[in-house]
């Protein structure tokens, strides 16, 4: 079992959808949780951190359940400019270093 | 403010043949790490230095050696490339404790044949 699981995607909505992202990990003592965004053939960089009380930008909400071992992102309004792979990312300070999922593709439609 | 920077962009090698791959960043961070992703794959970790003088093995170093010049600097060094470690490579700082944000460089996209 991967450290990090994602949905395996590809998503693909139209523009103006809801869509949400799942990811879970397996190691409990993780403490640190983000959101990244790769556009094709880019370099990841952050969309959001993820924190227990759930935080919100714009569009975009996510939510870490701790007890489940469970981090969601939520984009609302879907935009063209959505369209991305989204990685998941936990982070382990006892090891000094973070694990990345393999990311969920979104393709947003006209 | 550079951020961080990779060099080469681009590098075909043939089997056999070595080279290093050159990481700098501008941003004074104390952890730096090297990944590779193959295609339609996520970020996989190579190795990673959380401060100045250390270097830690990550998730698949086999193949690999680094450096950590100093605080702005971590090489990656091919010793004898081969046809499996064609990729792409990213470079990442940060600046909190080693689990916070990390800020890539643009990646070293890296065939060989």
């Known amino acids: 079992r991967k450290e990090v699981e994602q949905d395996p995607g590809p998503f693909n909505v139209p523009e103006g959808a809801t869509v949400a992202f799942n990811c879970t990990y397996s190691n409990s003592a993780s403490q640190s949780f983000f959101w990244y965004r790769q556009d094709c053939r880019k370099e990841p960089k952050l969309l959001m951190s993820?924190?227990?009380s759930g935080n919100e930008d714009g569009r975009f909400t996510a939510q870490l359940n701790r007890a489940s071992q469970y981090i969601s992102l939520l984009i609302r309004d879907s935009k063209l400019s959505d369209s991305a792979t989204y990685l998941c990312v936990v982070g382990h300070p006892n090891a000094g270093k973070s694990t990345f999922g393999d990311g969920t593709t979104l393709t947003v439609k006209p | 403010n550079a951020g961080v920077t990779q060099t080469p962009k681009f590098q075909v090698l043939k089997t056999g043949q070595s080279m290093t791959l050159q990481c700098a960043q501008d941003?004074?961070?104390?952890?730096m790490y090297w990944y590779r992703q193959d295609p339609g794959m996520g970020l996989r970790l190579i190795y990673y230095?959380?401060?100045?003088?250390?270097?830690d093995k990550g998730e698949v170093p086999n193949g690999y050696n680094v450096s950590r010049l100093n605080k702005r600097e971590f090489s990656l060094r091919l010793e004898s490339a081969a046809p499996s470690q064609t990729s792409v490579y990213f470079c990442?700082?940060?600046?909190?404790?080693?689990?916070?944000?990390?800020?890539f460089g643009p990646g070293t996209r890296l065939t060989v044949l």
């Open positions: 990442a700082s940060s600046g909190r404790p080693p689990v916070g944000e990390q800020f």
């Open positions: 993820v924190y227990s």
């Open positions: 941003m004074n961070h104390n952890s």
């Open positions: 230095s959380a401060s100045e003088g250390t270097t």
